[in-house]
Nanobody, 115 residues
């Protein structure tokens, strides 16, 4: 079982970035997929979730209207499209896959927004 995030990097405020989370080793379509982010010394914050039926919910108020999280079942991949990035979006972003009984995490990808 693997969740592999990619796409992180360093960019200036106002820029856009798309994170990818590629899944393997389990039935992707059966899992709700979430993005979390974490700043060192703090807990994970749930950013957004997309259900098995494609219903997306953004939980973090500060990113509403700027971040979206589509999933591609054919590629077993979920994305986090981040627009109008701000310095406060700097964090390690983690992908999570969950059913009622199983839960998997990716290794995280760093996003740094700085001028």
């Amino acid at each position: 079982v693997q969740l592999v995030e990619s796409g992180g990097g360093l960019l200036q405020p106002g820029g856009s970035l798309r994170l990818s989370c590629a899944a393997s080793g389990f039935t992707f379509s059966n899992y709700a997929l979430s993005w979390y982010r974490q700043v060192p010394g703090t807990v994970h914050n749930l950013v957004s979730t997309i259900t098995t039926t494609g219903v997306s919910t953004t939980y973090l108020n500060s990113v509403k209207g700027r971040f979206t999280n589509p999933r591609d079942k054919d590629k077993s991949t979920v994305y986090l499209q981040m627009n109008d990035l701000r310095p406060e979006d700097t964090a390690t972003y983690y992908c999570n896959a969950r059913t009622g009984t199983n839960e998997y995490w990716g290794q995280g990808t760093q996003v740094t927004v700085s001028s």
